[in-house]
C-alpha cells in the first residue's frame, strides 16, 4: 500500500472516533512510522507522553504527546486494505486508550468482555 493512502486510513480513524475523544486529544501528534523501534519489530503503535490520568497542575509548555503508528507491521499484520484499515482502527484505539490512562492489562481485559 502506498504510504499517502496508509496515511488516509489513519486520518479516517482519527475522524471516526467521538466527538467527545477527539476534543481531549489536544496537543497529540499522529505520526506514521516505516519501522517500529528495533527493540521491539512487532508494535504495531506507541503512545508516548504523559497520560491524562497522571497530569497535575504543573502540566503546561510541554511536547506535544506522540501516538506513532508503524505501517510496516500493521500491513504485515493484515492482508488486504479492509484488513489494514481494520488494524489501523484497532491500533490508533489502543493507543489513544493509553492517552486516557487505560493500561494494556485492562485493554486486554475489556477486549475479553
Known amino acids: 500500500m502506498e504510504r499517502r493512502r496508509f496515511e488516509e486510513l489513519v486520518d479516517e ?3 471516526g472516533l ?22 521491539d519489530p512487532d508494535l504495531l503503535g506507541l503512545y508516548e507522553g504523559v497520560p491524562l490520568t497522571d497530569r497535575g ?12 503508528l508503524f505501517r510496516r507491521v500493521i500491513e504485515e499484520e493484515a492482508g488486504d486494505e479492509k484488513d489494514v484499515t481494520r488494524v489501523v482502527q484497532e491500533t490508533v484505539i ?14 486486554h481485559d475489556l477486549d475479553r468482555d
Open 57 to 68: 497542575a504543573d502540566y503546561f509548555g510541554v511536547l506535544p504527546d506522540r501516538i506513532r
Open 18 to 39: 467521538p466527538a467527545w475523544v477527539r476534543e481531549r486529544l489536544d496537543n497529540v501528534a499522529v505520526i506514521v512510522e516505516d519501522e517500529p523501534p528495533e527493540d
Open 94 to 107: 489502543h493507543e489513544v486508550a493509553h492517552f486516557f490512562g487505560i493500561s494494556d492489562e485492562r485493554l
Open 13 to 15: 480513524a482519527m475522524a
